[in-house]
């Protein structure tokens, strides 16, 4: 499974933009970028995928490196209820289905 | 539409005992997976299943683990003779085919 490098915690201030980024410099062509995030007691949450276009959702935007071998999620106006891990996956599409899921980016909202 | 329903949320065990997890998927999703998520540690996939097959278990310990996904009802991950190192969070994903997943919010075991 390709690897993906995220810092291990970032902090913001509430009503502020975020942007969480993704290394995943040994991406392969048929490799979706997925990103999820996980909130205390919770289960995972998925929150956006794409594959070479920038991508945006209600819950977030993401933005593709032209390369492909990074990708930052995008928070535009973070809440508190946005604390929490958030994942950046690699899916082959044609490939395995299972999620690997790494130690992902720890976000703290300040009030 | 309801989202994936995992039952129980809380489950106490002792040791030597069966451990029964349920997972309900989403409306209309024939795919289903879960993951373990020990304390302090990372989420893990266990096990890939459609109906009635099992696709990917390559994460599955070799003893006392076992999962279905039968033709009616949820899909069961079995835990026999649990020890106190199966203590964790249990999740349940389900999705389409090729579509991402969508979680539960886990059964948290504890072994006495």
């Known amino acids: 499974d390709a690897k993906t490098t995220q810092p291990n915690s970032m902090e913001s201030n509430e009503e502020e933009p975020v942007h969480l980024p993704c290394n995943h410099s040994t991406i392969s062509g048929t490799d979706y970028i997925h990103w999820y995030r996980q909130l205390p007691s919770q289960g995972p949450e998925y929150v956006i995928h794409?594959?070479?276009s920038n991508v945006n959702n209600r819950m977030a935007s993401l933005a593709i490196a032209e390369d492909r071998k990074s990708s930052t999620l995008i928070l535009h106006r973070a809440t508190l209820r946005d604390a929490a891990v958030y994942y950046c996956?690699?899916?082959?599409?044609?490939?395995?289905?299972?999620?690997?899921f790494g130690q992902g980016t720890r976000l703290t909202i300040n009030p | 539409n309801a989202g994936v329903m995992q039952n129980p949320r809380h489950l106490v065990r002792r040791r030597g005992q069966e451990a029964r997890l349920r997972c309900s998927p989403m409306?209309?999703?024939?795919?289903v997976y879960w993951y373990r998520q020990l304390p302090e540690e990372g989420l893990k996939f266990m096990v890939y299943?459609?109906?009635?097959?099992?696709?990917?278990e390559s994460g599955m310990p070799k003893e006392r683990f076992s999962a279905e996904f039968p033709k009616e009802g949820p899909s069961i991950l079995r835990i026999q003779q649990v020890v106190r190192g199966d203590s964790a969070a249990y999740f349940c994903?389900?999705?389409?085919?090729?579509?991402?997943?969508?979680f539960g919010d886990g059964t948290r075991l504890s072994i006495l």
């Open positions: 994903a389900s999705s389409p085919e090729n579509q991402p997943q969508h």
């Open positions: 996956i690699l899916r082959d599409a044609q490939g395995a289905q299972k999620l690997v």
């Open positions: 409306k209309g999703h024939s795919h």
């Open positions: 794409g594959l070479t």
């Open positions: 299943l459609q109906k009635e097959n099992i696709i990917d």
